[in-house]
């Protein structure tokens, strides 16, 4: 694991560093694959990046609890329900931590709700879909699970220690959601045709939005360069795009669906899958809210937070009587 930017030249200068020494040495910490910590120098452009990226991030899992929490009481049965409650705790999990990374760069968690709710700062398009059937809790494991984690597991690798430490207890969950997915499939697929032909409707509907969410094209990735320059992400839209279709193709063949993409076939002189094109207006539109649920999930979300307000107020007078008693404890 690479180590830490641990002294920077601000800790030692007798004078004040002047910013292009901080700008060489934050370069050094990048070239050398070592980790950038929140008390180093870091550019500004570096720091506004990461709390965009983590700050959608954190939104995206937490708008992501909607979908599959929809299913939460009418899973059909106590098992399948304790396994879709403990998901969706996990996804909320998930959005604590990336909150809590996005803090350790200054920014300030209810600032980053209120952009969310006032539309300021996007969350992941895959989220403005909808689950009319129990297999697209299934779906969403497999496509959506399986596509975070083509994208996350370089992430752990994230030039930014909070984001990559982040990332790392977050995949291994992501995993076990992917899993759970799948099992719910194949469970599904050997059941009546009725609940075939539900999983593959659902594997219909979901295909071409999971493609989509890696992102535009690298031609018109506005962010990809730098980023990738600053080594937050390791790699571009298109090639993680390609690893989940590679990924996925064995897997739906093992389960037995058919995936949407006549011209999904394998091309032996590129030891990769050729596939369609999404359609990336689509994904633009969706993007800028026009999806098929972008104003249910914001309703909800928005309710969800007012409706929170209470235990915030609560909790932070809990927190300062504990800091008076503590306070008073130590003055006796
Ligand atoms: N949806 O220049 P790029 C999950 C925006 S978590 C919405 O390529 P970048 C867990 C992009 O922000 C899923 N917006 O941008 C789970 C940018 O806008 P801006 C979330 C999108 O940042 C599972 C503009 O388009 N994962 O699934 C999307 O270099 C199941 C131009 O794009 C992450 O957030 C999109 N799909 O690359 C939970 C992973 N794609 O900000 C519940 C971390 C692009 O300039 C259930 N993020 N945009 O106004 C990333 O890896 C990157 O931010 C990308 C986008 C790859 C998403």
Redesign the pocket.
Known sequence: MPSSASSSPGDTAAAPPREPDLQAHFDRTIARDQRVEPRDWMPEGYRRTLI??IA??AH??II??QP?GAWITRAPSLRRKAILFAKVQD?AG?GLYLYSAAETLGADRDDLTDRLIEGRQ?????FNYPTPTFADVGV?GWF??G??IC??VP?CRSSYGPYARAMVRVCKE?SF?QRQGYELLRTMMTGTQAQRDMVQDAVDRWWWPSL?????PDDD????AQ?MAWRI?RHS?DELRQKFVDMTVPQAEKLGVTLPDPELKWNEERGHHDFGTPDFSE?MRV?KGDGPCNAERMARRRTAHEEGAWVREAAAAHAAKQARREEKERAA
């Open positions: 965009r990226q959608q991030h995206s899992e992501g609890m599959e996804e998930h996007k969350y992941s398009s895959i969403i959506v699970d596509a975070a994208n996350q992430l992501e959601h989509m969410m890696f992102g535009p990735s506005p962010n990809s980023s992400k839209n994904l993007i």
